[in-house]
């Protein structure tokens, strides 16, 4: 299975059956020098801290 190269919109497309494309520089959440939104960049964030605690916790 291929996998879509057009950005899909995380916050408008919650909730909807058809996703909302992306509108990058035209968003106040888009980072234009990462090319990513900034809510994947919190969730991407959060889920590596989230692997530091649990690997932590195990040592």
């Known amino acids: ?3 879509s190269q057009i950005p899909v919109c995380p916050l ?4 909807n059956d058809i996703p909302i494309i992306c509108v990058q520089e035209r968003c106040a959440w888009y980072v234009a020098n990462l090319k990513k939104c900034s809510m994947y960049i919190i969730g991407h964030n959060t889920m590596l ?3 530091n605690k649990l690997e932590n916790r195990s040592n």
Request: aromatic share 0%; glycine share 10%; proline share 0%.
């Open 12 to 15: 408008m497309s919650a909730g």
């Open 1 to 3: 299975m291929a996998t």
């Open 49 to 51: 801290e989230l692997k």
